[in-house]
């Protein structure tokens, strides 16, 4: 008798299969209820959310302040300590006000991402 190394490790995926995993594989609302785990991803969210905020100005200015050096002109100490200072500025910002003085002006980016 030969056996399929493939079919033992993948089984067939067959709609009860399916099924089974759904049943399986994802938590129940009382699961979402009485764990830590929304908690833990939502206090993720919320970090991530400001970490990337925070790069995404920082990366902003930092390229506005740069514009007109070419790169062999960019001095890597410099650079790298006018990111920690902006990065420094934005995050005492954020931790005092949050998002209140945060506004959006009409007309054409500054820069644009890819």
Not at 22 to 32: D, G, H, M, S, V
Not at 33 to 45: G, K
Not at 72 to 97: G, S, T
Not at 98 to 106: A, Q, Y
Request: with cysteine; net charge negative; glycine share 2%.
């Amino acid at each position: 008798m030969e056996i399929s190394l493939d079919r033992q490790i993948h089984p067939p995926y067959t709609p009860n299969h399916q099924k089974q995993c759904l049943i399986n594989y994802f938590e129940t609302q009382e699961f979402e209820d009485d764990s830590d785990c929304q908690r833990l991803i939502d206090e993720y969210d919320n970090d991530s959310f400001w970490e990337r905020l925070i790069e995404e100005l920082t990366m902003r200015d930092l390229q506005a302040e740069f514009a007109g050096k070419k790169t062999k002109d960019k001095d890597p100490d410099e650079y790298f300590a006018r990111y920690a200072a902006i990065e420094k500025k934005y995050m005492k910002e954020f931790e005092k006000y949050g998002l209140e003085n945060v506004t959006f002006k009409k007309g054409k980016p500054a820069r644009t991402t890819n």
